[in-house]
């Protein structure tokens, strides 16, 4: 059972998670606003998650039953972000701030293995709700970490990200 405090901390950063996405459809193009929803990852996330399990073009294995349970029971500051264009799940990622609160970490960002209409462009709004959330709660830096290979490290440098190599291996972009 959570503490009163982390679960006063949970409420409050699910606020602030509504919020920044709230804040991000608003920026949208006028077209997307109606067709694009911005979500926490839920239990109907996790049931589409499941589908791409199996498929054959899924470029990450990432379990995302554990690791959306492990950053709800530890990081109530965390990112989280399910990406759905009407009823199709495009993209799910996690993240938290570092602890000294300064920078946003995108730990995981998975788009459909599948083509939707939001292929190509699920980076592009999960970067935008991470700078609206890094903006909420503080933060003065998005890092993207551990980019899985030099095509989507150079997609990441071309959304104005500086690679980061050697030991650290991320990808980060300063905010104004």
């Given at each position: ?38 979500d ?112 989507v490290?150079?997609h ?21």
């Amino acid at each position: 059972m959570k503490q009163a405090s982390h679960q006063l901390a949970d409420r409050t950063y699910a606020q602030l998670r509504e919020h920044s996405r709230t804040q991000a459809v608003l920026k949208l193009p006028l077209n997307l606003q109606e067709s694009v929803k911005l979500d926490d990852i839920t239990g109907r996330t996790m049931a589409q998650l499941s589908r791409w399990e199996a498929h054959p073009d899924r470029r990450v294995m990432w379990s995302w039953q554990h690791w959306a349970s492990r950053y709800a029971s530890i990081y109530p500051k965390r990112f989280e972000l399910a990406i759905w264009f009407h009823s199709k799940l495009c993209s799910v990622s996690l993240g938290r701030p570092t602890w000294s609160a300064g920078k946003l970490r995108l730990d995981m960002i998975e788009s459909s293995p599948e083509k939707t209409p939001l292929t190509g462009q699920t980076v592009k709004l999960t970067v935008l709700v991470a700078e609206t959330y890094a903006d909420i709660i503080g933060a003065e830096q998005i890092r993207i970490m551990n980019p899985i290979n030099s095509k989507v490290r150079s997609h990441y440098e071309a959304m104005g990200f500086t690679y980061v190599g050697g030991k650290s291996d991320y990808c980060v972009k300063d905010l104004l």
